[in-house]
């Protein structure tokens, strides 16, 4: 018999439990389908990584990876049919968009779709308290997922007999990807460190591992196993509260989860809002955030909640514009983890920070980048400064830097004065 292993976020051979079931019906062909929706939507950085990672995975299977370009519900169904295969085998997928889609492919294929393991430790859903209830806290979550555990990582199939089909040419791209160099970051990366050092993006001190599990390169059960650092299993954890949270609240992408931040008023995006993009808001811990989003693809998860909490609360422009934007420029962008987040920082959504959380963006430079080596790094203007100068470049000749675009003292009154009339 031959079977169909249709590879989504899981680009690798080791700990895939749809794979095994599938090397277990028979020979396999192994296929990525390129869908124009998700492909259209995706910044240039992810679309680099995704075609190295499919490269990589090409040459796991022989140079046998079919690739195909189309709707799934069309592309999945002829392949299955050209082959005469008895089954496909995918990972449970628990986006909302992915749920549709596997629904459509399921409905118009002739053989079984079969789910087998999903991209997380513990499948959403699964965690529940006492009253058989999802958790809308993070803490009891935690709790919950550790006693709940999960299974061992298994080995990759051997000898498993991969076929051939016709395939289209694999996507141009010079990226550095794929399940072995997942495995090679993770194994060099010494995650001790993690939680005095995860918060200092001059000294990138994180693993960067969010780009490998968003592509399933590596399977979250493999870098647990074994894994002695508590901070770093709660950042693992959140990752999955944030898709439980997703699976149980689709709408949770675009609208709050606390139903009273309906009636925030916001303004509309506009010129700050560009200025916000280009990194030309003149306080550079931000903008040395959006720059290294620009030029790479990603940015330090601490940057991340400072030009998050700029967007809303100093801008007062709403979460989703700059969740869509994340979304279209990280390598890393993860629906559930960013629109989750975002409304972590914008204080309308489980589990949220308290709104009046407002971070002070030269504050927190100060803070976590404290030499302004980082500022330096990405906002070139900035060079000829020395020290914590960079972070008050008005104060000591800021040369072509732009001002500040705000009085962060009267941009945090105003929000919380539009947080107590929701309130009221």
Not at 151 to 169: G, I
Not at 215 to 224: D, F, Q, V
């Amino acid at each position: 018999m031959t079977t169909v292993m249709w590879f989504r976020r899981d680009l690798r051979l080791a700990d895939n439990p749809a794979l095994l079931d599938a090397v277990a019906g028979g020979r396999v062909l192994g296929l990525f389908v390129l869908d124009p929706l998700l492909w259209g939507r995706a910044g240039d950085p992810r679309r680099e990584h995704l075609a190295a990672s499919l490269r990589s995975l090409s040459a796991s299977t022989g140079g046998r990876l079919v690739v195909r370009r189309g709707d799934p519900a069309v592309v999945v169904p002829a392949v299955a049919d050209e082959i005469g295969a008895s089954s496909v085998h995918i990972s449970a997928d628990y986006a909302p968009y992915g749920q549709q889609r596997d629904q459509a492919v399921e409905a118009s294929l002739r053989c079984p779709l079969v789910r087998t393991g999903s991209p997380y430790a513990v499948a959403p859903g699964r965690v529940l308290n006492q009253q058989g209830r999802s958790y809308q806290v993070f803490t009891p979550y935690f709790k919950a997922w550790l006693a709940h555990g999960w299974r061992q990582p298994v080995a990759a199939p051997t000898n498993v007999e991969w076929m051939s089909a016709p395939s289209e040419d694999l996507p141009a791209g010079s990226a550095t990807a794929g399940e072995q160099a997942a495995l090679d970051r993770w194994r060099s990366y010494d995650p001790t460190g993690y939680e005095a050092e995860r918060d200092r993006p001059d000294l990138d001190g994180t693993s960067r591992m969010s780009v490998p599990l968003k592509y399933g390169e590596i399977h979250p059960r493999t870098m647990l196993a074994g894994l002695g650092s508590e901070a770093y299993r709660r950042e693992l954890a959140w990752r999955e509260f944030c898709a439980d949270l997703l699976v149980r609240y689709p709408e949770a992408a675009w609208k709050p989860l606390r139903p009273e931040f309906e009636k925030m008023q916001y303004d509309e995006p506009g010129a700050l809002f560009d200025a916000w993009r280009e990194g030309r808001t003149g306080f550079p811990f931000v903008d040395a955030g959006m720059r290294q989003l620009a030029a790479s693809g990603f940015m330090h998860n601490r940057v991340r909640m400072v030009v998050a909490s700029f967007l809303v609360k100093d801008l007062h422009v709403h979460w989703k514009f700059g969740a869509r934007w994340f979304m279209r420029s990280l390598t890393d962008g993860d629906l559930a983890s960013n629109a989750l987040n975002w409304q972590w920082v914008a204080g309308c959504g489980a589990d949220a920070a308290p709104y009046f959380r407002i971070f002070n963006p030269v504050g927190q430079g100060l803070k976590f980048d404290p030499d302004g080596s980082y500022v330096r790094r990405w906002v070139p203007e900035l060079r000829h400064l020395h020290g914590k100068q960079a972070h008050e470049p008005w104060k000591y000749g800021a040369g072509d830097y732009p001002g500040p675009v705000v009085d962060h003292a009267e941009a945090r009154r105003e929000s919380l004065r539009r947080y107590e009339a929701i309130r009221s």
